[in-house]
């Protein structure tokens, strides 16, 4: 085969793979610059590659922006440069790769919800979105429960968790709320209505008003109307949503945190998703938001995968308070519901540890890079990677991770008592400790205990995924309340939540499924 006829083969295997990616548009203009390209090769170059001089950058150039081409009605535009060097030294370009790469880009700034829906018509989301305004019942949620010696009754609360049933209003195994596989599910604090939200692995957040009806002609008999679930989702991020909240005064506030950096506010109000923070790093590479919280409504507490801890004011921007908890990645972290100056991370290094951020000081295991942590009160020493750590409103914490224990830890006196100089030099050691299979594998979000944020029963309790598709709750004590299965339930609930205040509870698989208890 003659070059001519190798150069033209080449040009006829892009267009066909252009017209798969739909980029058809882009194919001539392709085939002019490769032709230019040969054109030139022939040609007697001199022996220095620069044409023209090089302009000098600017002292101090803005970093850039991505924005969303298909929210601007435009084109997407592929790495047309690099394809063309490829075509000329006989290489296929990788445009499927380019377009993945792309679409994993971190997406800044202010975009409608009309723009990023992906299922369910907008004029239904609509009708769920208004009614979730600042007039909405949200019962005790903010009321900080009051002191009592006396105990629940475990008898009692066994036989009211144990009685909690799953919804079948329509088949769980057809209530798909995300695309892909869920790693996060929350409790919407209306006591109104069960709204349930989901954030998947793509970035996709699922909301499903779960007693809501919509109704839809059906295909094959045009006189009766098919009864469908009211199910919505947005796509506000590029990568795993991480971590769904509730505005604390702001229910019409929804917050999510991501992999791709970044935590978005959703204003049900306004219909819009804007920017509350966004981590400082490459949009293509970034450095993932692990877990945040937001302690009032103007401050976020959040942790990456790389180990730090951040404290970000919405107010001043500015003002950057970045601290290193952990050598590896943070898998969670928790705050003391009264105490908001403590918090207590749990890492991939195999540890959770117990910080004071009243007081920062030079961590000692990075003197020479001077790096600088919060006050240290402890830590507690795993024989594997730990998974998550939460606490509750009696001062207990309550953690998981691979070595398959549940280890609950009682601190009542932290809040009154520890200050910025209390320190255990022994490694904390549980009151409880529980054995629980948390080998998720692959496939399966990994398994997070998380306790009941306000409970009305006053119970303080726990729920985590059972790798036999069961959910389990537990007592702070380590009594076992419930183990919640169903033929239905098909496959591990693996990301639970609890409602802020009632005994609700919902699960979600690897699907994109729901299974809501109540």
């Given at each position: 085969?003659s070059?001519?006829?190798?150069?033209?083969?080449?040009?006829?295997?892009?267009?066909?793979?252009?017209?798969?990616?739909?980029?058809?548009?882009?194919?001539?203009?392709?085939?002019?610059?490769?032709?230019?390209?040969?054109?030139?090769?022939?040609?007697?170059?001199?022996?220095?590659?620069?044409?023209t001089?090089?302009?000098?950058?600017?002292?101090?150039?803005?970093?850039?922006?991505?924005?969303?081409r298909?929210?601007?009605?435009?084109?997407?535009?592929?790495?047309?440069?690099?394809?063309?060097?490829?075509v000329?030294?006989?290489?296929?370009?990788?445009?499927?790769?380019?377009?993945r790469?792309?679409?994993?880009?971190?997406?800044?700034?202010?975009?409608?919800?009309?723009?990023?829906?992906k299922?369910?018509?907008?004029?239904?989301?609509?009708?769920?979105?208004?009614?979730?305004?600042?007039?909405?019942?949200?019962?005790?949620?903010?009321?900080?429960?009051?002191?009592?010696?006396?105990?629940?009754?475990?008898?009692?609360?066994?036989?009211?968790?144990?009685?909690?049933?799953?919804s079948?209003?329509?088949d769980?195994?057809?209530?798909?709320?995300?695309?892909?596989?869920?790693?996060?599910?929350?409790?919407?604090?209306?006591?109104?209505?069960?709204?349930?939200?989901?954030?998947?692995?793509?970035?996709?957040?699922?909301l499903?008003?779960?007693?809501?009806?919509?109704?839809?002609?059906?295909?094959?008999?045009?006189?009766?109307?098919?009864?469908?679930?009211?199910?919505?989702?947005?796509?506000p991020?590029?990568?795993?949503?991480?971590?769904?909240?509730?505005?604390?005064?702001?229910p019409?506030?929804?917050?999510?945190?991501?992999?791709?950096?970044?935590?978005?506010?959703?204003?049900?109000?306004?219909?819009v998703?804007?920017?509350?923070?966004?981590?400082?790093?490459?949009?293509r590479?970034?450095?993932?938001i692990?877990?945040?919280?937001?302690?009032?409504a103007?401050?976020?507490?959040?942790?990456?995968?790389?180990?730090?801890?951040?404290i970000?004011?919405?107010?001043d921007?500015?003002?950057?308070?970045?601290?290193?908890?952990?050598?590896?990645?943070?898998?969670?972290?928790?705050?003391?519901?009264?105490?908001?100056?403590?918090?207590?991370?749990?890492?991939?290094?195999?540890?959770?540890?117990?910080?004071?951020l009243?007081?920062?000081?030079?961590?000692?295991?990075?003197?020479?890079?001077?790096?600088?942590?919060?006050?240290?009160?402890?830590?507690?020493?795993?024989?594997?990677?730990?998974?998550?750590a939460?606490?509750?409103?009696?001062?207990?914490?309550?953690?998981?991770?691979?070595?398959?224990?549940?280890?609950?830890?009682?601190?009542?006196?932290?809040?009154?008592?520890?200050?910025?100089?209390?320190?255990?030099?022994?490694?904390?050691?549980?009151?409880?400790?529980?054995?629980?299979?948390?080998?998720?594998?692959?496939?399966?979000?990994?398994?997070k205990?998380?306790?009941?944020?306000?409970?009305?029963?006053g119970?303080?309790?726990?729920?985590?995924?059972?790798?036999?598709?069961?959910?389990?709750?537990?007592?702070?004590?380590?009594?076992?309340?419930?183990?919640?299965?169903?033929?239905?339930?098909?496959?591990?609930?693996?990301?639970?939540?609890?409602?802020?205040?009632h005994?609700w509870?919902?699960?979600?698989?690897?699907?994109?499924?729901?299974?809501?208890?109540?």
């Amino acid at each position: 085969m003659s070059l001519e006829e190798q150069r033209q083969a080449n040009i006829r295997r892009n267009q066909e793979l252009l017209r798969q990616l739909e980029l058809e548009g882009m194919g001539q203009s392709m085939a002019d610059d490769v032709r230019k390209a040969s054109t030139t090769a022939h040609k007697k170059r001199p022996s220095s590659r620069r044409s023209t001089p090089a302009k000098k950058p600017p002292a101090s150039p803005p970093a850039p922006r991505r924005k969303s081409r298909r929210l601007e009605g435009k084109t997407a535009e592929l790495n047309i440069i690099g394809d063309n060097d490829k075509v000329e030294n006989g290489q296929q370009p990788d445009l499927a790769q380019e377009q993945r790469d792309r679409e994993r880009d971190r997406v800044e700034g202010e975009m409608k919800l009309k723009d990023i829906i992906k299922k369910g018509d907008w004029e239904s989301a609509m009708g769920i979105l208004s009614n979730l305004g600042p007039k909405v019942s949200l019962g005790d949620y903010f009321h900080v429960a009051e002191e009592s010696d006396s105990k629940p009754d475990i008898k009692e609360a066994r036989e009211r968790l144990s009685g909690l049933e799953l919804s079948e209003k329509f088949d769980p195994s057809g209530l798909k709320i995300t695309s892909e596989r869920i790693f996060y599910m929350h409790f919407h604090p209306s006591i109104d209505k069960k709204l349930v939200m989901a954030g998947d692995k793509i970035g996709e957040l699922g909301l499903w008003d779960a007693e809501a009806v919509k109704t839809e002609k059906n295909d094959e008999d045009e006189d009766e109307d098919e009864k469908k679930p009211q199910m919505y989702s947005f796509k506000p991020h590029s990568r795993t949503i991480s971590k769904i909240i509730t505005g604390p005064g702001e229910p019409q506030k929804i917050y999510t945190g991501s992999y791709d950096g970044s935590i978005r506010c959703l204003d049900l109000e306004g219909f819009v998703s804007s920017e509350a923070f966004v981590f400082d790093s490459d949009p293509r590479h970034p450095v993932g938001i692990s877990d945040f919280h937001m302690p009032d409504a103007n401050t976020l507490y959040y942790s990456t995968l790389d180990g730090q801890f951040g404290i970000h004011d919405m107010r001043d921007p500015s003002v950057k308070k970045l601290y290193t908890l952990h050598e590896k990645k943070i898998g969670g972290f928790g705050l003391n519901p009264k105490a908001s100056h403590q918090i207590v991370s749990a890492s991939l290094d195999r540890t959770f540890k117990i910080w004071d951020l009243r007081k920062i000081e030079l961590n000692p295991d990075y003197e020479e890079e001077k790096v600088y942590s919060p006050h240290l009160y402890g830590q507690y020493d795993s024989r594997l990677s730990v998974s998550c750590a939460d606490w509750n409103q009696s001062g207990d914490i309550v953690v998981n991770g691979y070595d398959d224990r549940i280890n609950i830890f009682h601190f009542p006196d932290a809040t009154k008592a520890w200050d910025t100089d209390t320190q255990f030099e022994d490694p904390f050691k549980p009151a409880v400790s529980l054995k629980h299979n948390c080998q998720t594998g692959r496939w399966v979000t990994i398994l997070k205990a998380r306790w009941h944020q306000n409970p009305q029963d006053g119970l303080e309790k726990f729920a985590i995924a059972n790798m036999n598709r069961f959910i389990d709750i537990y007592s702070a004590d380590g009594h076992q309340l419930a183990h919640l299965g169903h033929e239905l339930m098909t496959a591990v609930p693996a990301a639970v939540a609890f409602h802020p205040t009632h005994n609700w509870i919902v699960g979600g698989s690897a699907s994109g499924k729901a299974y809501l208890w109540s």
